[in-house]
């Protein structure tokens, strides 16, 4: 009887052992499939902000296709491009302004530097209207609120511009800098008259983290930052 008893009891510790590794193995099939989706949702991640870079410059395909406001990398171009996408720069530490390449606007493309990232294109006039467009660049993204010691010059035709965000004090702009920054979002704004037909704008936009800002402290360590440019006509004549 004794001998009975004890089989049954061996056959419920069994039943019970194997329920638990039943149960033990679908909560590490779950954490599997979980930590699966964890990795591809990082490795999209990754791979949608390589693919469209750290700076992106825009045109709307109607303006493009109806009247022929296109974006290029070099002036004599072969082919129209409502989208262009600047390289990154992994790892970007501070520098000065005063730091950068003289002739940073006389290349065309990305051309990065250790801790800078610079990119010229051109909108060009391909239709045969005389235009005006407005051109806004945006802060897509920012981590870190690495914004604070961020600058960003754009040369149009030459012409430079140096863009920061206001003083944290809220005391106006830094000193090396020529305008503030439009909005939190916003970084500026400008309006094109009379661009012809056949007309080529040329712009460069280099993007720094300025070692002289108050701000520029170990605390933007790991900070990111993505910006948009869009053109957009708004009369044709």
Known sequence: MDEKIRDVLE?????????????????????????????????????????????????????????????????????????????????????????????????NGSHNGDSYIAYTFYLINSGDDTLTYTGRMTIENVTNHVDEAIRIALYVNGEKTVYGKTKSSGAGKESDCDKEFKSSTIVMTNKRTKFESKAKDKYTVVIWLEGNDPD??????????KLGMDFKITEST
């Open 11 to 107: 056959l419920r510790r069994t039943a019970k052992e194997v329920k638990r590794h039943v149960v033990i193995m679908r909560i590490m099939s779950l954490l599997l499939v979980i930590l699966i989706a964890i990795v591809a949702v990082a490795y999209a991640f990754s791979y949608f902000y390589d693919k469209y870079g750290s700076f992106t410059v825009k045109i709307s395909k109607y303006d493009m296709l109806q009247q022929g406001l296109c974006l290029s990398e070099t002036p004599d171009y072969d082919r129209a491009n409502a989208q262009l996408n600047a390289d990154i720069v992994y790892d970007m530490t501070n520098i000065s302004g005063e730091d950068l390449p003289a002739n940073i606007d006389n290349i």
């Open 216 to 225: 520029c402290t170990d605390e933007l360590i790991g900070g990111t930052l």
